[in-house]
């Protein structure tokens, strides 16, 4: 099983934390919430310990009302050259570069240059199909533009009418790009530079073309099966816009004092950018997700890289908290440790992740599970049994191993427990998906009232 933060790379890691507390804090030593160090700790050991093909390996940052609470170091950078973390190693964000990329077409909207209204025909005429669609459907993911696009100077056919629904588009947030740049008549890496990294002190923070290119950028990995598997150097050039932006946990925890500080948008600016914009209720603002968490309003955005990367930076605007996220292995649960670390950094209580044990179950025993069973917002879920396993087809079909009588999980998505409840009879009446943070409960649509 995977073992985190040995003697000689933690003394490392502390060091170079301690010397980075004294930089971004020159009056004096950060002051760091043991508290709150403690639970991180052993909530990624919980985490390590309960996954076979999930790891946290990375840092983990945490500020509240500006200034650092906890800064936490697990794994190594590189793990074959022994290269520890510090606040100051490059990492690919991902997906967490839309954000930036937003925020540049809000700076635009509040010099009066362009309105999330405007169609973008008017900024790239040339763009076939670009007035079908405004600057605020690209935004929202809601113009049907395909998630890849060959060519961005064409867009069509549409995979939908824009508005009318929502359709995660990396190739949008690259148009996009390039509406930055015909508005303000910069490259789309100078304007970045210039009004959105300049303005955050975010001196490491850059472009990737390629991955070779940026000195001591830590190595991305998968992980499976309990082991490290070394990925090799990537491309992001055709990313712009969309995902090829590398940081550092200290230009990270810069740019959230440049957010919370107005330094980057007003904050009326910002209130709208951070609004459900998609107008269909699916909670994603302009370059950003928006949610609740236990009662706690939150924003942000993840990345997940295939080279083996995963990232998250979340804000709790009334809590004036933020969680950084920056790992070196891939995660198909960031939204669930995203969660898991917010609660634990807003000092809510959660169980910790645990260790699932495989049964082995007769398909008869599994029979009894079977059925159609509604989720809250009315879809259905069909559920078969297999040999010595549950199928659950849906938009997607997983696979379902028994770790007790009536609860199972999915060796992908090993944080959440898939669990059936019983009526008064013994007979399965719903069926309940739930990790440390989340609940969802399906009915069976027999035992439906």
Not at 281 to 298: E, I, P
Request: charged residues 20%; glycine residues 10%.
């Amino acid at each position: 099983m995977f073992v985190h933060h040995c003697k000689a790379s933690k003394l490392i890691a502390v060091a170079l934390s301690l010397l980075l507390a004294l930089l971004i804090h020159p009056a004096g030593f950060a002051s760091y919430d043991a508290r709150l160090t403690d639970a991180l700790d052993s909530y990624v050991d919980a985490l390590n310990a309960a996954c076979e093909n999930l790891a946290g390996n990375g840092i983990v940052l945490v500020t509240k009302g500006g200034e650092i609470a906890a800064m936490r170091f697990y794994g190594m950078a590189d793990r074959e050259n022994l290269i520890p973390f510090s606040g100051d190693t490059p990492m690919p964000i991902g997906s967490v570069s839309k954000l930036f990329t937003a925020i540049a077409i809000m700076q635009l909207y509040e010099e009066g240059i362009l309105t999330p209204e405007d169609r973008i025909s008017k900024h790239l005429p040339d763009l076939q199909g670009g007035d079908q669609i405004t600057v605020g459907h690209l935004l929202t993911h809601t113009a049907g533009v395909s998630n890849e696009l060959a060519d961005l100077g064409r867009i069509l056919p549409l995979r939908f009418e824009p508005g009318t629904d929502v359709l995660y588009s990396n190739a949008g947030y690259q148009l996009l790009a390039k509406v930055v740049e015909a508005a303000s008549g910069m490259r789309f890496e100078s304007y970045m530079r210039r009004h959105v990294f300049k303005p955050a002190s975010m001196h490491q923070t850059g472009f990737i073309a390629d991955s070779r290119d940026i000195e001591g950028l830590a190595v991305g990995y998968d992980y499976s099966n309990g082991r490290f598997f070394r990925n090799a150097a990537f491309a992001l050039s055709r990313a712009l816009g969309s995902g090829n932006i590398y940081s550092t946990a200290h230009d990270m925890y810069l740019f959230d004092i440049a957010l919370r500080s107005g330094r980057l948008l007003k904050s009326e600016t910002l209130a709208l950018m951070t609004t459900d914009n998609t107008g269909l209720g699916r909670n994603y603002g302009y370059g950003c997700f928006v949610g609740s968490l236990h009662g706690h309003a939150w924003l942000g955005h993840s990345g997940n890289l295939s080279s083996g990367f995963f990232s998250y930076y979340t804000r709790f605007p009334k809590d004036d908290t933020a969680v950084i996220l920056l790992f070196n292995t891939v995660s198909n649960d960031n939204d669930t440790i995203m969660k898991s670390i917010g609660a634990i950094a807003l000092n809510e209580r959660l169980p910790l992740p645990a260790l699932k044990e495989r049964i082995s179950m007769d398909r008869a025993a599994l029979e009894q599970f079977g059925g159609r069973y509604r989720m809250p917002g009315g879809a259905i879920m069909t559920i078969h049994a297999g040999e010595g396993y549950l199928i659950v087809r849906s938009n997607d079909t997983i696979y379902l191993t028994p770790c007790a009588s009536t609860e199972f999980f999915d060796p992908n998505h090993e944080l959440w427990t898939h669990s059936f409840e019983l009526n008064a009879e013994g007979s399965v009446c719903r069926y309940v998906i739930s990790n440390s943070v989340d609940r969802i409960m399906l009915m069976r649509i027999n035992e439906e009232p």
